[in-house]
């Protein structure tokens, strides 16, 4: 079993930056691939980034290419999402997910990922 647990949320204006971090109970971390999806109000849950177990491999939604950056410490058990010149539609709550598989076409589903966090708000005021 995988714990996982966001932070690093908060209040920003548009064109500011946040740090989201997502540390992973277990000495397995590795063996995970990770993912970062998003639910604003009213919503279904989206995904926003996908990294393999490496580090080496990063997807990305179309919605946030060129500004979010995700990253991983497999040393710290810490997945990281960078997010720089935030939107108003970045305004939601920030879910961490981890996979069991060891590849997968299929990363920008929930239904891939076995273990959440959760959550932590992000706002963007305009």
């Known amino acids: 079993q995988v714990q996982v647990v966001e932070s690093g949320g908060g209040l920003v204006q548009a064109g500011g930056s946040l740090r989201l971090s997502c540390a992973a109970s277990g000495r397995t971390f590795s063996n995970y691939l990770m993912g970062w999806f998003r639910q604003a109000p009213g919503k279904e849950r989206e995904f926003v980034a996908h990294?393999?177990?490496?580090?080496?491999?990063?997807y990305y939604a179309d919605s946030v290419k060129g500004r979010f950056t995700i990253s991983r410490d497999n040393a710290k058990n810490t997945v990281y999402l960078q997010m720089n010149s935030l939107k108003p539609e970045d305004t939601a709550v920030y879910y961490c997910?981890?996979?069991?598989?060891?590849?997968?076409?299929?990363?920008?589903?929930?239904?891939?990922?076995?273990?959440w966090g959760q959550g932590t708000q992000v706002t963007v005021s305009s």
């Open positions: 997910a981890a996979s069991r598989m060891r590849y997968s076409d299929t990363y920008a589903y929930t239904a891939t990922y076995d273990y």
């Open positions: 990294i393999n177990r490496s580090g080496g491999t990063t």
